[in-house]
């Protein structure tokens, strides 16, 4: 009995360390294959995160997109490990913002379709970053934003709009309004997908970033035309959008002036809509922000609508408009100038009396600087037809206009060579507008020797309208050297010019005429000379 149950227990105890030696064989051996698997988890995630960082430096792109950089990536957009994922659609759309071609690229690689269909299925982290590469590749042209639509995107971006996430909701709305900013056509697929409502509520989130970013999309989509800035105030942005033009954030405050002046600039019901949003004269403290571009953006909204009506112009003007844009456009310099000098054109156009508020507001001396310090042509063109506009109503602001010597300095600029075009006619215009109203016959005088023929006229016009009514300036015209630049004009016979001078020497006595001609002094010697003959 003994010697059995020692057997027994024998048997058992090696059965035993066979059961221990296999059960630590299998868990070694687990655990070689499972490193295996751990090692290639480690090395994909060291690959995207190395390749996301290099492409933050533009000089290693070019190597990236050589060494097959997309065709690696894409398969780990559907990697079992979600921060791999991530990584990959980051990396991915860093290479996209870079270029065009590698934003192509990514079109060509099939890589938007898995992006949208991951949008809907994982998380947070990875739909922003998935929103983030559908951005860069939308933003480049009009065709590479037609590919985003063409996958599907937009109805998973909408959704998008609705996370509860606010950086998930930037993403989407970053996206769309790099959709929509290319032609009117991808903005209406945005706003027929339904992102307007939601980017309304967006402006209402209490993060800023999100409320920056929901303002550019709105402005991105109604710049376009009048239909889309109706729906974008059909869908109630602006009672959220104008308050903000109060806010203390300077970027803010910038998209929400463009986007008001986007809204406004289609038609007057439009505009009507923005000032019923009180933004009067809230926006005129905007014109003095120490951010560039929010007063550039307020200048402009203030043009848009200026433009479209005496009665908007003159709410400006009763709202201290002129004096803030007066003061902006003195301040201002380069293209920042450009929508203040338009809003004073803008408002002086309209009538005699709102012409006078911006002479009285001393408007002159800041457009007669941009005429004649601004480098480029076509800021000296905006101030030479703003000009104008103030000048061409009455006898008195063509005065001040002549006082202020701007009538020479028109003429410089529509003399000098290397003036375009459009600064040419533009000046043209305003010169013949302005003398044509200007009976300051002290002011148009230094034209007489320096316009060209076809200004000339109008100059020499001018005085045969004054001159015979007026005494008093028919004395001055001949002690000031007036009338011998006339006789020393040479108008061929049977023209307009020929018709003017003839009639200003009509008010004169022949002699003094003959005095003042070209060849008087010759005729003088030729009858001594016949005197001296007969002697």
């Given at each position: ?116 269909y991951s949008l809907s299925e994982q998380n947070r982290f990875y739909k922003k970053a998935a929103a983030f590469v559908l951005r860069a590749v939308a933003k480049h042209s009009p065709q590479l934003a037609q590919a985003v639509v063409d996958s599907g995107a937009l109805d998973a971006l909408v959704t998008c709009l609705e996370e509860f996430d606010p950086s998930v909701k930037e993403a989407a709305a970053w996206a769309l309004g790099y959709i929509a900013r290319h032609t009117a056509e991808l903005a209406q697929t945005v706003v027929d997908a339904g992102a307007v409502p939601l980017l309304v509520l967006c402006i209402q989130e209490p993060e800023l ?186 006898p008195d602001h063509a005065r001040a206009l002549a006082e202020a010597d701007v009538l020479r300095r028109l003429l410089a600029v529509y003399l000098h060579e290397e003036s375009s075009e459009d600064l040419k006619t533009k000046a043209k215009r305003a010169l013949k507008s302005v003398i044509q109203k200007c009976t300051h016959l002290p002011a148009l005088e230094p034209l ?88």
């Amino acid at each position: 009995t003994t010697q059995s149950t020692w057997g027994i227990c024998a048997r058992n105890a090696s059965l035993l360390c066979v059961f221990v030696f296999g059960q630590t064989y299998s868990v070694t051996m687990s655990r070689a294959v499972l490193q295996v698997f751990e090692n290639y988890q480690k090395a994909r995630v060291a690959f995207v995160q190395t390749v996301a960082e290099l492409a933050t430096r533009p000089p290693n792109i070019d190597a990236l997109q050589n060494a097959g950089v997309m065709a690696l990536l894409r398969p780990l957009l559907l990697d079992s490990v979600p921060s791999i994922q991530q990584s990959a659609a980051l990396a991915l759309g860093r290479l996209a913002n870079y270029s065009d071609d590698l934003a192509e690229a990514v079109v060509s690689n099939e890589i938007l379709p898995q992006l949208v269909y991951s949008l809907s299925e994982q998380n947070r982290f990875y739909k922003k970053a998935a929103a983030f590469v559908l951005r860069a590749v939308a933003k480049h042209s009009p065709q590479l934003a037609q590919a985003v639509v063409d996958s599907g995107a937009l109805d998973a971006l909408v959704t998008c709009l609705e996370e509860f996430d606010p950086s998930v909701k930037e993403a989407a709305a970053w996206a769309l309004g790099y959709i929509a900013r290319h032609t009117a056509e991808l903005a209406q697929t945005v706003v027929d997908a339904g992102a307007v409502p939601l980017l309304v509520l967006c402006i209402q989130e209490p993060e800023l970033t999100l409320k920056r970013i929901s303002a550019s999309a709105l402005s991105d989509i109604c710049k376009h035309s009048p239909e889309l800035a109706q729906a974008v105030v059909d869908a109630g942005a602006i009672p959220y959008i104008a308050p903000l033009i109060a806010h203390p954030d300077g970027k803010l405050k910038r998209q929400v002036c463009s986007c008001l002046a986007q809204v406004a600039k289609h038609s007057v019901d439009l505009a009507e809509f923005v000032v019923e949003a009180e933004i009067f004269p809230k926006i005129l403290t905007c014109l003095k922000d120490i951010d560039v571009y929010v007063r550039k953006n307020a200048a402009t909204c203030i043009r848009e609508i200026a433009k479209h009506t005496p009665e908007l112009a003159k709410l400006i003007v009763n709202a201290g408009g002129v004096a803030a844009i007066v003061d902006y456009v003195s301040d201002a310099k380069g293209n920042a100038r450009l929508p203040g000098i338009m809003s004073l054109g803008y408002i002086a156009a309209f009538s005699e009396t709102l012409a006078l508020a911006v002479i009285v507001s001393k408007g002159i001396p800041p457009l007669k600087d941009a005429l004649i310090s601004e480098p480029e042509d076509h800021i000296k063109a905006a101030s030479a037809w703003s000009l104008g506009q103030i000048g061409r109503h009455s006898p008195d602001h063509a005065r001040a206009l002549a006082e202020a010597d701007v009538l020479r300095r028109l003429l410089a600029v529509y003399l000098h060579e290397e003036s375009s075009e459009d600064l040419k006619t533009k000046a043209k215009r305003a010169l013949k507008s302005v003398i044509q109203k200007c009976t300051h016959l002290p002011a148009l005088e230094p034209l007489l020797q320096e316009a060209p023929a076809n200004i000339l006229k109008y100059v020499v016009q001018q005085f045969a309208k004054v001159l015979p009514h007026d005494l008093q300036a028919r004395r001055a015209f001949v002690q000031s050297g007036g009338l011998q630049k006339v006789q020393e004009i040479k108008a061929d016979p049977g023209t307009k010019l020929r018709e003017y001078v003839d009639e200003i020497n009509s008010q004169y006595p022949a002699e003094i005429v003959q005095y003042y001609s070209p060849h008087y002094s010759e005729t003088l010697l030729r009858k001594l000379d016949e005197y001296t003959t007969a002697q």
